[in-house]
């Protein structure tokens, strides 16, 4: 059975950095992208990054370009996402993904799913 467990969210002023961690286990996840989504309040869920399998791939929505990074240690099982420079309209609930096989950032990609973590930034 598939498990993936995220960590780091919690409360944090405008400015400020998170790192959010998430670890993966029930298989093998070498071939599988890694991905975080987001969600807030009254709004889709959206991919903010995403690494292929091997991490020579990486995508970034719009709106974190330059402040989020993406890595992945497949030894590990673990993607992570640094956060910097977060702002207020970055508070959602984050959650890690991982697709079956093959690189993606469109949520019906994914087929593996975190139970979420709450991310708030006060302004």
């Known amino acids: 059975q598939v498990h993936m467990v995220e960590s780091g969210g919690g409360l944090v002023q405008t400015g400020g950095s998170l790192r959010l961690s998430c670890v993966a286990s029930g298989r093998t996840f070498s071939n599988s992208a890694m991905g975080w989504f987001r969600q807030a309040p009254v709004k889709e869920r959206e991919c903010v990054a995403a690494?292929?399998?091997?991490?020579?791939?990486?995508y970034y929505a719009d709106s974190v370009k330059g402040r989020f990074t993406i890595s992945r240690d497949n030894a590990k099982n673990t993607v992570y996402l640094q956060m910097n420079s977060l702002k207020p309209e970055d508070t959602a609930v984050y959650y890690c993904a991982a697709t079956r096989y093959g690189f993606g950032r469109m949520d019906y990609q994914y087929a593996y799913w975190g139970q979420g973590t709450q991310v708030t930034v006060s302004s």
């Open positions: 690494t292929s399998p091997s991490g020579g791939t990486t």
